[in-house]
């Protein structure tokens, strides 16, 4: 009863904010392109903490669990995860046996009695260079286990580590998400990237804590440990003018265990679903990569059939969230295609109303920097995530905020997602300030050439920017962007309302102070999934569907009905 009138009551606000003019929704779009220049009284980033800080520090005894960490597995499944023993560092590293601490978590509904117990597995890893001078790496033990028998919606209390030590941790506890379903949603989905161990980071972490989120969404580049040598000292804002005879792009792993304690706090008691950035790479011996993303994180890639942390799907409530991996192959003729199609024509609509995708390098972008760099990724997926109707697509990668229009391949389209860029979290490679339409800022087309994948950098076949490689104005399909540190809160209200929140860094001590909102609104009487379709609504067609009036009669009936 409670959750039903909380509904009506949002449902209610939503209609005062959309009368008096407060909050804007998709559906008064397209609107006319907005820049917001950087505040030139902020500084553009600031320095890495370090190690010895607070915060990044360990404060446990070897065998003791720290790093504790949840991820979504299925709706009655969570996984918990955490490291235990200390990592090595050195010429010559001896890997700990993985097998000498045990991994188990106790669980239950009231503090303090756990009437579950269960066990998972344990592993390390290596990070190994071999080049002259260069230290290598073994983890410390990482331990993953995934609890079963959990009621949506329930709050569970919870020790991790190995009983027979004795070596457990202390409580925590965490509630879990709804079932699927067209009513029912998590509060509050905190989504940030590009996070680094900065200042800044603990600015935009301290800030995101405080809107208390149900669950994070993780849109890579996380520890930042490639801006360092292996030696450790001082991390660089750009690693390749810092450290030109660098012999490979080296790391320094103790950061990854300094970001583990960093987020504990947070991701202990909310679970946190990541997906890999070009900053997790770290190219190692024998061609290795990816090694820290692949051992540290449990990701529900079993679970949804994809078999690999390069990307899957999970559902919170009735929102399908597909995680891709920009950095492998997504070819129509490869594995993650095959599996994204696959995953997308078991969808239910009714039962999860909203398609939420995330990758880490946006395929719509008006900053110089990652200008175009990943538009192979784009030709290659998506007419495929359009054809599906994804509602709203995030990504990182860019240090800036941005908000597009709905857009399909560079069209205005009432049926494509909303683009939000939000690699902002406050990283060591400081903001990005430079947009490609500003005179002597459009990148070359031999520039920005990615970390994996082709270069298909195109000349706009259309629109006011035909036959440029860059617009010379903000680009119509680009709504709003805005050079400064932050995160995004997204506040799904039903099947077909959402509030979308941009908050700034500098405004977290401001009371109702936000950088960007605006109600995504989904059409699916407009926009039917067409597996089949190939052509797509012209831009001449993306007009408003539903007047304030509409929305207003519709909303109201549906108070009427359901309230008085």
């Known amino acids: 009863m409670k959750g039903t009138l909380l509904k009506h009551l949002i449902l209610i606000t939503i209609i005062i904010s959309t009368v008096s003019g407060h909050i804007p929704t998709t559906l008064d779009g397209p609107f006319k392109s907005v820049t917001r220049k950087f505040d030139p009284s902020l500084r553009r980033g600031s320095d890495d903490l370090p190690m010895d800080h607070p915060r990044l520090k360990k404060n446990v005894t070897s065998n003791f669990p720290e790093q504790i960490a949840l991820a979504l597995s299925s709706p009655n499944y969570m996984w918990v995860s955490w490291i235990t023993g200390d990592a090595q560092i050195g010429k010559n590293v001896t890997p700990l046996d993985p097998s000498s601490v045990g991994s188990e978590v106790w669980y239950g509904k009231k503090s303090g009695k756990y009437s579950k117990k269960r066990k998972g597995v344990s592993i390390v890893y290596n990070q190994l260079y071999p080049f002259e001078g260069l230290l290598n790496y073994s983890s410390g033990i990482i331990h993953h286990v995934k609890i079963d028998g959990l009621e949506p919606g329930s709050t569970y209390y919870y020790k991790c580590g190995d009983s027979s030590i004795p070596a457990m941790s202390n409580e925590h506890v965490f509630q879990m998400l709804p079932l ?51 030696t450790g000292g001082e991390g660089a804002s ?12 080296e790391t320094y792993q103790p950061r990854w265990d300094g970001w583990g304690r960093f987020m504990e706090p947070l991701i202990s008691r909310v679970p946190m679903m990541v997906i890999e950035g070009n900053h997790e790479i770290e190219p190692q011996a024998a061609g290795v990569t990816f090694e820290s993303y692949l051992k540290r994180f449990a990701v529900p890639s079993n679970e949804s059939g994809s078999n690999t942390n390069f990307y899957y799907s999970f559902d919170a409530g009735g929102v399908h969230f597909i995680m891709l991996g920009a950095y492998v192959d997504y070819n129509k003729t490869g594995a993650q295609y095959s599996w994204l199609q696959k995953d997308l024509s078991r969808l239910n609509r009714s039962v999860t109303p909203w398609l939420v995708a995330a990758w880490h390098s946006p395929w719509y972008n008006s900053y110089s920097s990652h200008y175009q760099e990943f538009e192979c990724m784009r030709l290659e997926m998506e007419q495929l995530l359009y054809q599906y109707r994804v509602d709203i697509v995030f990504s990182g990668h860019v240090h800036a905020y941005e908000r597009m229009n709905r857009v399909y391949n560079y069209s205005l389209d009432p049926c494509g997602p909303v683009y939000i860029t939000i690699g902002d979290g406050g990283n060591i490679e400081k903001i990005d300030v430079d947009h490609a339409d500003e005179p002597g ?7 920005n050439v990615p970390e994996f994948g082709g270069v298909c950098h195109i000349n706009f076949t259309s629109g006011p920017a035909k036959g440029k490689f860059c617009w010379d104005k903000q680009p119509e399909w680009s ?16 099947s077909t309302y959402a509030l979308w929140t941009w908050h700034r860094n500098q405004d977290i001590y401001k009371e109702n ?52």
């Open 513 to 564: 102070s936000t950088g960007d909102q605006i109600y995504i609104v989904r059409q699916p009487e407009l926009c039917v999934v067409s597996p089949q379709q190939h052509s797509h609504t012209t831009a001449a067609g993306f007009e408003s569907h539903c007047s304030t009036c509409c929305f207003l009669i519709f909303v109201t009936a549906f108070i009427w009905h359901h309230i008085l």
């Open 441 to 447: 800022k459009c990148p070359s087309p031999g520039d």
């Open 479 to 494: 709504a709003y962007r805005e050079s400064s540190f932050g995160h995004g809160i997204l506040e799904v209200v039903n």
């Open 180 to 230: 699927p379903g067209p009513n029912s949603y998590p509060r509050r989905i905190a989504v940030v990237g590009d996070l680094g161990l900065t200042a800044n980071t603990t600015t935009t972490i301290d800030h995101l804590i405080n809107n208390d989120p149900d669950l994070v969404l993780m849109v890579g580049d996380l520890s930042y440990a490639n801006q360092y040598l292996t």
């Open 238 to 249: 750009c690693y390749s003018c810092a450290f030109p005879d660098a012999p490979i792009r």
